[in-house]
T-cell receptor
Framework: DTAVSQTPKYLVTQMGNDKSIKCEQNLGHDTMYWYKQDSKKFLKIMFSYNNKELIINETVPNRFSPKSPDKAHLNLHINSLELGDSAVYFC????????????????FGNGTRLTVT | GDSVTQMEGPVTLSEEAFLTINCTYTATGYPSLFWYVQYPGEGLQLLLKATKADDKGSNKGFEATYRKETTSFHLEKGSVQVSDSAVYFCALSDRTQGGSEKLVFGKGTKLTVNP
């Protein structure tokens, strides 16, 4: 009954490969996010989607492409992986802040640790 | 841009000790402020929040007061337990857009409480 689940938990791959991380939420939220935590532990937003529409797109290389097949899923595909992509990637979800149901905090998954060798 | 600075860890305390984790922020306007906690093996979860100056957020014995004059939001607990061992993240809400909220996080402070 995990609220926000992401797979895989660990991902080790070589430079130049293409990989995907999947995220699913069963909370009925409209908004989903990807955050990246780098080696210095800074947690920074990458993308947000609201009901399958891209809302926030921070300065992220276009090798990163989020895809939202429906509002319960937000996958992250990374092309041509580089050493600097090694990080922990967190998926999160929240209710649409415009829904009028009060403040909705972000609910995070447990993270995917990506190591590029 | 907006930023959050919190004290470097790790912090190690004995059970029942007093806890303070400092957090200061830089922002234009008056952002909402948060503390998130990450227990071992889990995702981040909201611990408490404050939306305007002088507001005090509290939860599970933890408290933090929004101080506009010092741009601070320090986390405190009077008596920590072993179960409080976790990583604590201070954050501010930079903006909302299209129903999404952009949070800016500090680096996190790892707390270990020994019995």
């Amino acid at each position: 009954d995990t609220a926000v689940s992401q797979t895989p938990k660990y991902l080790v791959t070589q430079m130049g490969n293409d990989k995907s991380i999947k995220c699913e939420q069963n909370l009925g939220h409209d908004t989903m996010y990807w955050y990246k935590q780098d080696s210095k532990k800074f947690l920074k937003i990458m993308f947000s989607y609201n009901n399958k529409e891209l809302i926030i797109n921070e300065t992220v290389p276009n090798r990163f492409s989020p895809k939202s097949p429906d509002k319960a899923h937000l996958n992250l595909h990374i092309n041509s992986l580089e050493l600097g992509d090694s990080a922990v990637y967190f998926c999160a979800s929240s209710q649409d802040l415009r829904s009028g149901t009060g403040y909705s905090p972000l609910h995070f998954g447990n993270g995917t640790r990506l190591t590029v060798t | 841009g907006d930023s959050v600075t919190q004290m470097e860890g790790p912090v190690t305390l004995s059970e029942e000790a007093f806890l303070t984790i400092n957090c200061t922020y830089t922002a234009t306007g008056y952002p909402s402020l948060f503390w998130y906690v990450q227990y071992p093996g889990e995702g981040l979860q909201l611990l408490l929040k404050a939306t305007k100056a002088d507001d005090k957020g509290s939860n599970k014995g933890f408290e933090a007061t929004y101080r506009k004059e010092t741009t601070s939001f320090h986390l405190e607990k009077g008596s920590v337990q072993v179960s409080d061992s976790a990583v604590y993240f201070c954050a501010l809400s930079d903006r909302t857009q299209g129903g999404s909220e952009k949070l800016v996080f500090g680096k996190g402070t790892k707390l270990t409480v020994n019995p």
